[in-house]
T-cell receptor, first 115, second 113 residues
């Protein structure tokens, strides 16, 4: 099975722009979560989508949004980019067939640099 | 609230020596515990998990973890460290109410040749 894929892998934007990141989960996985990783803040949870519905949300401003499509692929959007949004954005998927014991598998991440 | 703690920011160990990366947790109900490893500029890779059963869980790359309910710990271990084990290690617990995965702050492991 192919793993979680994220596109693009690298992105450079300027302040004020918006960006859309894409994540394709492992085939058959229904849950997709997004995380922001920075050297100072560690791994921060953004949100989780399950069967096209946002099931969980972290403590990020409304500039960060996401969605999930019927094929479980997910996108996250960041509007009005700020310098502090520079980070590695990680997507993870899980099958959600075994309940709470399911394992989350991560993609390689998208490195976003905001200038 | 459910949480995990990784008390050490960094662990140094000599190659060939046993290694331990510590994790403690706080959950209500049964814990579902995970360990991940992250190499530079990569995503997190799953190492192992504890659901129920044997307290010693074996995982990838020779790693194992010991679940201790009385001490609420889930320490990652390896009998003989390799330089290639140098990476960032994350412990995680799954919240039984919200299904969120809650990650620790990470421990950087350095294995010295």
């Amino acid at each position: 099975k192919a793993g979680v894929t994220q596109t693009p892998r690298y992105l450079i934007k300027t302040r004020g722009q918006q960006v859309t990141l894409s994540c394709s989960p492992i085939s058959g996985h229904r849950s997709v979560s997004w995380y922001q990783q920075t050297p100072g803040q560690g791994l921060q949870f953004l949100f989780e989508y399950f069967s096209e519905t946002q099931r969980n949300k972290g403590n990020f401003p409304g500039r960060f949004s996401g969605r999930q499509f019927s094929n479980s692929r997910s996108e996250m959007n960041v509007s009005t980019l700020e310098l502090g949004d520079s980070a590695l954005y990680l997507c993870a998927s899980s099958a959600e067939t075994s309940g709470k014991s399911d394992t989350q598998y991560f993609g390689p991440g998208t490195r976003l640099t905001v200038l | 609230a459910q949480s995990v703690a990784q008390p050490e920011d960094q662990v140094n160990v000599a190659e060939g020596n046993p290694l331990t990366v510590k994790c403690t947790y706080s959950v209500s109900g049964n814990p579902y515990l995970f360990w991940y490893v992250q190499y530079p500029n990569r995503g997190l890779q799953f190492l192992l998990k504890y659901i129920t059963g044997d307290n010693l869980v074996k995982g990838s790359y020779g790693f194992e973890a010991e679940f201790n309910k009385s001490q609420t710990s889930f320490h990652l271990k390896k009998p003989s460290a390799l330089v290639s084990d140098s990476a960032l290690y994350f412990c995680a617990v799954r919240d039984s109410g919200t299904y969120k995965y809650i990650f620790g702050t990470g421990t950087r492991l350095k294995v010295l040749a």
